[in-house]
C-alpha cells in the first residue's frame, strides 16, 4: 500500500504544479477511486473497511502537499511576472536616459559648431544662414528664423530664415510677442 501511494504522489503532484489544482484534485479522486477498485478486486469483490484507515491518511497527505506545491508554484509564478514587470521599467528608464542623454550631446554638438562657426565666420550674412540652419536641424523643426529689431524700433525683419521668405511682413501677432519677449526683464 505504501508504494502504491508513493507512485500515486509522484503522478498526482505533477497535475497540481502543472494543470492546476482542480485537475489535480480530479486526478486524485481518479486514483482514489482506482485504488478502492483495485482493493474490492483483490478481495474478491468485498470491500474491506480495515484498510480504509491506511488508504486515508496517504490521500490527505497527498491532497495537502500538491496544494501546498500548487500555491508555491504560483507564487514564483507571481514573482516572475513581477521581476519581469521591474526589468522591463528599468530597461524603458534607461532607454529614456539613453534617448535624454544622445538628445543632449546632440544639443552641445550644435552649440560647439556654432562656436566654431562664429569664430571663423567673417561675413554675417553667412554666420546668421548658418545659424538657422543648425538651428532648424538641432530643435527638429521646419520653420527657423532669425529676426533682427530695426532701429526705429517699432518692427523687426528676418535676417536669416528657412521656411519664412526673408523681407516678407512679420505678422502682427509675432510682432507683439516680440514686442513683449523685448519688454522683459530678461528678453
Request: overall charge negative.
Amino acid at each position: 500500500t505504501t508504494t502504491g501511494f508513493a507512485f500515486f504522489f509522484l503522478w498526482v503532484t505533477p497535475y497540481a504544479v502543472y494543470f492546476g489544482l482542480r485537475q489535480a484534485a480530479f486526478q486524485t479522486v481518479l486514483a482514489v477511486l482506482g485504488l478502492i477498485g483495485s482493493r474490492v478486486a483483490i478481495a474478491d469483490g468485498h470491500l474491506v473497511t480495515s484498510e480504509m484507515g491506511g488508504w486515508l491518511l496517504p490521500a490527505a497527505t497527498i491532497i495537502v502537499v500538491s496544494s501546498i506545491v500548487h500555491q508555491l508554484t504560483r507564487e514564483l509564478g507571481r514573482s516572475d511576472r513581477e521581476r519581469i514587470v521591474s526589468e522591463s521599467e528599468r530597461a524603458e528608464a534607461e532607454a529614456r536616459r539613453a534617448a535624454s542623454e544622445r538628445e543632449r550631446a546632440h544639443r552641445e554638438a550644435a552649440m560647439a559648431r556654432l562656436a566654431g562657426l562664429a569664430l571663423r565666420a567673417s561675413d554675417r550674412a553667412l554666420l546668421l544662414d548658418e545659424t538657422v540652419r543648425v538651428l532648424t536641424e538641432t530643435l527638429r523643426v521646419e520653420h527657423c528664423a532669425i529676426r533682427e529689431l530695426q532701429p526705429d524700433g517699432t518692427h523687426m525683419d528676418a535676417v536669416a530664415a528657412i521656411g519664412f521668405e526673408i523681407g516678407a511682413e512679420i505678422p502682427a501677432d509675432e510682432q507683439r510677442f516680440a514686442s513683449y519677449v523685448l519688454a522683459g526683464d530678461e528678453p
